[in-house]
């Protein structure tokens, strides 16, 4: 079982604090540092402002040597193909190979406004340009050049460089669409991730995942499925109470809606969602400051996952 750190900066993080983090999650043993794409916070004031990921992730990968490192989930909206693959290549080339890519449509649209970043209504079939755009710049062999004629984007005679130092670099893709999102999954992830979704709705959605594969002639096992959920433990009720306060959140609803509580009760949970296939989880640490959080979780429910 994967445990993976997920942290959202829009909602006020500068990168000494992310720096801070990662060095934390490698020194714990936690297989990944993720982090969102946003530009604006969804609660508060998000001081200091936000950090843009790929920077983020570039610098990271000078300053860690193990961990994984990645995005959940990519904005299509903010990037045009070509420049994201040349970006998401270069940091991977500077992180020896560490590189996994979440990619999705973009969703909130008030940070598209606040930054003057266009907001297209067409979001999910550029992101399906975008990913066949991405992966056959990676995919073309040296020597050779790639073109692509779309409906939203054209290439000419590309060189395709930079290529990534891994042979394939992960492509994530997830959502709760029933339809297009599984298909999508099924020709171009090699993980699956379930965002903030019951136990329940993530059985239907990897089923669904897992048949879209099989449509496309792949095997189901081939993908890696996962879960992001909010993390917020404490070592006995009183230290869960004061951690949830200190994110602004109810003890029962994190119980109901993440992975919350004392240890054996996250371990118990997990158990659950990996019933139906989960084996890597996004841990989303809202207080960053919280470190110790990091070590509880390391310490205590790691362990008992093996």
Not at 155 to 182: F, H, I, M, W, Y
Not at 238 to 255: C, V, Y
Not at 285 to 302: G, M, Q, V
Request: glycine fraction near 10%; aromatic fraction near 10%; hydrophobic fraction near 40%.
């Amino acid at each position: 079982m994967d445990l993976r750190i997920f942290t959202e900066p829009q909602q006020g993080a500068d990168y000494e604090t992310l720096l801070s983090v990662a060095k934390a999650t490698e020194e714990l043993g936690f297989d990944a540092f993720f982090r969102s794409d946003h530009y604006l916070t969804m609660s508060g004031d998000g001081l200091p402002g936000p950090t843009d990921a790929w920077i983020t992730l570039g610098a990271l990968a000078r300053e860690t040597s193990r961990i994984r490192l990645g995005t959940l989930m990519t904005a299509a909206t903010f990037r045009l193909p070509g420049v994201l693959a040349i970006q998401v290549a270069q940091v991977d080339a500077m992180s020896g190979g560490r590189v996994e890519f979440g990619i999705g449509a973009g969703w909130f649209d008030a940070e598209h406004t606040a930054y003057g970043i266009p907001f297209p209504k067409e979001k999910f079939p550029r992101l399906e340009e975008q990913l066949a755009v991405i992966t056959g710049l990676w995919n073309t062999p040296a020597g050779e050049t790639f073109s692509y004629e779309g409906t939203y984007y054209t290439l000419t005679d590309s060189p395709a460089l930079p290529k990534p130092a891994q042979p394939k670099v992960p492509v994530l893709l997830g959502g709760a669409g029933k339809e297009r999102t599984p298909r999508l999954a099924a020709r171009y992830a090699d993980e699956f991730n379930m965002p903030f979704a019951s136990v329940e709705d993530t059985a239907a959605q990897f089923a669904r995942v897992r048949n879209a594969a099989e449509e496309a002639g792949r095997k189901p096992g081939d993908l890696v499925y996962s879960n992001a959920l909010v993390a917020c433990v404490g070592k006995d009720e009183a230290e869960f109470a004061r951690r949830a306060a200190a994110i602004g959140r109810e003890p029962q609803e994190l119980r109901d809606n993440g992975l919350a509580g004392t240890p054996d009760e996250v371990v118990e949970k997990i158990g659950r969602y990996a019933e139906h296939g989960a084996s890597r989880f996004y841990l989303q640490i809202l207080d960053l400051s919280d470190l110790d959080h990091l070590e509880l979780i390391a310490t205590r429910i790691a362990p008992q996952l093996d």
